[in-house]
């Protein structure tokens, strides 16, 4: 009997990691995913630090980015961008409907705030499963369907979700106003609060709030529990995102983005692969959604609405789909522009171009004011066009372009030393 090479069902697919690329990692990583895995933590447990560069009352304090509600929604949506990406970016279905799972598990999470208990474990864990039957429901139906027709029904499946979110179901979703936790939810598991006491979510009765700030000559920082709680979390689902990535599992899922049709040929039924891949991208957006529940107990109608839908396609590809830490930068990119650039106003632009001639002042001041504040989404939009046409890969290709220039330039100056070198010795 002769030995045969098996060949990968599909073309254009990564081949399997060496022994050499494999070795040397921990927790089952090969040795570059877990110096990412370790990168990823680093930034996360100084982000403090990080995404505050600059001192309270500085002009340059605009830009700081490190207080609590951000911080939180930068690891949070970035969960969300990391589930969109196995199913986006390792089998190419490209969902207009994604928002519809946050908002399933959002809604999941405070009720069971307000019916079991104010410990976001069971929220958390209520969230995932829920959003991970909604989707399983959703993906049975849509995965029917490939290409366009997919993504249409998948942001059909969202638009009814919204619409009996905000008016059908008010009963259940609080309809246009929405739900948040009251002193007189039944709790069963907690004990009666005040009147007039706002509950807060808590993690064995730790608050989520609750925060340390340090201050060090001109700069503050803030430690917050409930960021650090949601960062934990989410370097938990980065490290699965990492494992899945490099699992047979996921280079079926590879095979189905590169050749769908010749992994038919095979025998191989795709169906089974992808909605696998559907469900557990619905259950991380699940996911994200019961920790902003946790972070901020009110969740109305629009968390499922198509622009939130939109806003993490935007995230995955600006960042890079089908990369590891792209859609998290993505996510962190995305988020910054929302919260920071957007309150930029006219008097702030006024006052950093102060030191101008008042008739060059206005000039500069009526030439940025549009890219800024109400206008942040031009300045994202042509950014991201930038992106697409000279970064297809995103973010995570800039970055690897930078990395190639510098190393070539250490490689060119260690050759040029060693040139100098051998002419020094022959004279």
């Given at each position: ?35 990412l895995l370790i990168l990823v933590a680093v930034l996360t ?207 079926m899922l590879r095979a189905v983005k590169s050749n769908q ?115 942040w989404h031009l300045t994202l939009g042509l950014l991201f ?43």
């Amino acid at each position: 009997m002769t030995d045969q090479t098996q060949q990968a069902p599909a073309g254009n697919i990564p081949a399997p990691q060496t022994r050499r690329e494999t070795a040397g990692g921990a927790l089952g990583l090969g040795r570059k995913d877990f110096t990412l895995l370790i990168l990823v933590a680093v930034l996360t447990l100084l982000a403090p630090f990080i995404l505050n560069p600059f001192p309270e009352g500085s002009a340059l304090a605009q830009f700081n980015a490190g207080y609590p509600d951000l911080m939180q929604r930068f690891v949070i949506f970035g969960i969300f961008a990391i589930g969109f990406n196995i199913l986006f970016g390792l089998t190419g279905y490209l969902s207009f409907g994604h928002a519809a799972f946050l908002g399933v598990g959002s809604y999941a999470g405070i009720w069971m705030m307000k019916l079991l208990t104010l410990n976001v474990i069971p929220a958390i864990v209520a969230s995932v499963v829920v959003a991970g039957l909604f989707s399983l429901l959703v993906g049975f139906i849509s995965l029917r369907r490939s290409g366009i027709y997919f993504s249409i029904l998948t942001l059909a499946f969202a638009m009814m979700s919204y619409a009996l979110a905000y008016s059908v179901l008010t009963p259940i979703t609080g309809g246009e106003t929405g739900l948040q936790l009251k002193y007189f939810d039944p709790r069963i598991l907690d004990g009666d609060l005040a009147p007039g006491v706002t509950p807060r979510a808590s993690l064995f009765g730790l608050d989520m709030q609750a925060s340390y700030e340090l201050s060090i000559g001109s700069w503050l920082f803030t430690f917050n529990a409930g960021y650090y709680i949601a960062g934990i979390v989410m370097l938990l689902a980065f490290y699965l995102s990492i494992r899945l990535f490099r699992s047979p599992f996921g280079m079926m899922l590879r095979a189905v983005k590169s050749n769908q049709n010749r992994l038919n040929y095979t025998g191989i039924s795709p169906k089974p692969y992808t909605l696998a891949a559907f469900v557990i991208s619905g259950m991380y957006a699940g996911l994200a959604g019961g920790l902003l529940v946790a972070m901020d107990t009110q969740v109305g109608a629009e968390r499922m609405f198509w622009t939130a839908s939109g806003e993490v396609v935007l995230m995955t590809i600006l960042g890079g789909a089908g990369t590891l830490i792209g859609p998290v930068l993505g996510a962190g990119f995305i988020k910054y522009f929302e919260n920071i650039v957007s309150k930029i106003n006219k008097a702030t632009l006024e006052g950093w171009f102060s030191f101008m001639p008042d008739g060059l002042q206005d000039f500069v001041v009526a030439v940025i004011y549009p890219f800024v504040g109400k206008g942040w989404h031009l300045t994202l939009g042509l950014l991201f066009m930038a992106v697409v046409i000279f970064l297809p890969g995103g973010l995570v290709q800039g970055g690897q372009k930078l990395a190639t220039v510098f190393r070539r330039d250490r490689k060119s100056a260690s050759v040029e030393s060693d040139a100098a070198e051998q002419r020094q010795a022959g004279e």
